[in-house]
């Protein structure tokens, strides 16, 4: 018999003000499932959320993503990808909650498993009650928490990351937007380092000294990296010699007044065992349920295959076909095993990144960007 249902996903930004986290994610598999989930008319606006609103791939001829050699210059490697394109991670979630009741500035505090159900309990006093609540908190999960307690806790990788946005003056704006490719641009370099230059926003394209460029850079953990008050730019200037471009000239044009923290690389897979559901009420999506590093830029693409098939176990509750505790075992059992494979293969991509001679081994080199389902699949 059909069900009525009500889904709490808990994970709208708990600030109530909007943050500087910024990023691009790279769509790739994930399109035709964003095609399923989306209204056609938010579908149609996807180029919308790119950080380039001008840019279509295909026309332009750049359905890829380029890893180049961080020392030469030289291609290692040009995955190609149908469609492939960038979201501004904020521009997203502004254009996608348009007409949404999402309630931000809320933390989870508790979580009360009634009889048929389940109540969250935000820091405010305020809660919600439905059928299934859904954490979709990102990597340093409070939800994943509540299920697992110790078994929680992330992995710290030996890496220091930085991510940080800049603008460069009008005439070097556009010598490296000339310069790079403009979906995916990164490099590894033999002193094991990893160099990516990105776009982030062009808010006004005729003008280029509004166009956002962000760097991502990681290399082998020193603890100086962490020291209060460390301008991490001037650190990354000093490990530049020896690098050619467009990486050596995206960060000696980079603004002198320019400023960034080395954050810690995390990630977190679940385990084996999985984690127990309480009867259908509670689950994970996204990085709460499987956080991986950015190397092979598969998160968003998995956190969008989650949303997808979380939607269809639900479809199948309401038409009857499925209790909801039968629906969300099946959808944790392909969550869990896809995050447990996907976090390790983005692992290996991290450190291949930072081991220069076994890099042409890696998986993005023999993979592409594709889903490891995929792989197995054509190799079996
Ligand atoms: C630099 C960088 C580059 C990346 N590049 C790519 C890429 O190219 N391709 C790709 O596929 N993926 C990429 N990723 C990964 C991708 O960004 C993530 O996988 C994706 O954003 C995960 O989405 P999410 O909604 O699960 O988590 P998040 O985006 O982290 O969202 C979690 C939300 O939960 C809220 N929250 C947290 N705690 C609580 C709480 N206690 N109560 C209530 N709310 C809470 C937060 O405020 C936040 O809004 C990249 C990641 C990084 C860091």
């Keep these: 018999m059909a069900q009525p249902l009500k889904v709490i996903v808990v994970g709208s930004d708990k600030e109530a003000s909007p943050r500087d986290r910024n990023w691009g994610v790279t769509i790739a598999w994930s399109h035709p499932l964003l095609a399923k989930l ?19 791939t295909k026309a332009a001829g750049f359905e890829s993503v380029i890893i180049r050699d961080g020392q030469t210059g030289v291609t290692l490697a040009e995955p190609p990808f149908e469609g492939v394109r960038r979201l501004n991670i904020q521009k997203t979630r502004r ?8 309630k931000y500035g809320k933390t989870i505090t508790d979580i009360e498993l009634t009889t048929d159900g ?8 305020t809660s919600e009650t439905g059928s299934v609540l859904v954490g979709s908190d ?18 710290v990788l ?12 009008r005439e070097r704006a556009l010598k490296m937007d000339k310069m790079m490719h403009p979906v995916v641009d990164v490099a590894p370099h033999p002193k094991s380092m990893y160099v990516g230059i990105f776009v982030l926003d062009k808010p006004n394209l005729q003008k280029p000294e509004t166009w956002v460029f962000y760097i991502l ?15 991490m730019v001037d650190e990354l200037r000093q490990r530049m010699d020896d690098w050619a471009d467009p990486y050596k000239s ?26 127990d559901n309480r009867n259908g009420r509670v689950t994970l999506s996204g990085d709460a349920a499987h956080s991986m590093t950015f190397h092979r830029g598969q998160g968003a693409n998995n956190a969008i295959c989650d949303s997808e098939k979380f939607v269809s176990a639900m479809i199948k509750v309401k038409n009857g076909e499925k209790t909801l505790h039968e629906a969300v075992d099946e959808y944790d059992a392909d969550v869990i095993s896809r995050g447990r494979t996907e976090v390790e293969v983005s692992k290996v991509q991290t450190d291949a990144f930072h081991d220069h001679a076994k890099f042409l081994e890696s998986p993005v080199v023999k993979h592409g960007i594709k889903p490891m389902s995929e792989v197995k699949k054509e190799n079996s």
């Design 38 to 56: 989306l209204p056609e008319e938010l579908y149609k606006r996807l180029p919308e959320c790119q950080p380039d609103p001008g840019l279509d």
């Design 250 to 275: 995206a960060v000696e044009w980079i603004p002198e007044d320019t400023q960034a923290k080395a954050v810690q690389l995390r990630i977190w897979g679940p385990p084996e065992t999985g984690w």
């Design 217 to 231: 850079a990681t290399w082998a953990k020193q603890d100086s990296d962490y020291a209060e008050g460390k301008n």
């Design 118 to 125: 389940v109540t969250a309990h935000f820091h405010d006093g």
């Design 95 to 102: 254009i996608w909650s348009e007409g949404l009741n999402v």
């Design 138 to 155: 990102g990597g340093g999960s409070w939800v994943r928490r509540w299920m697992l307690g110790e078994q929680a806790t992330p992995r």
């Design 158 to 169: 030996p890496y220091t990351f930085l991510n940080f946005p800049f603008r460069y003056t």
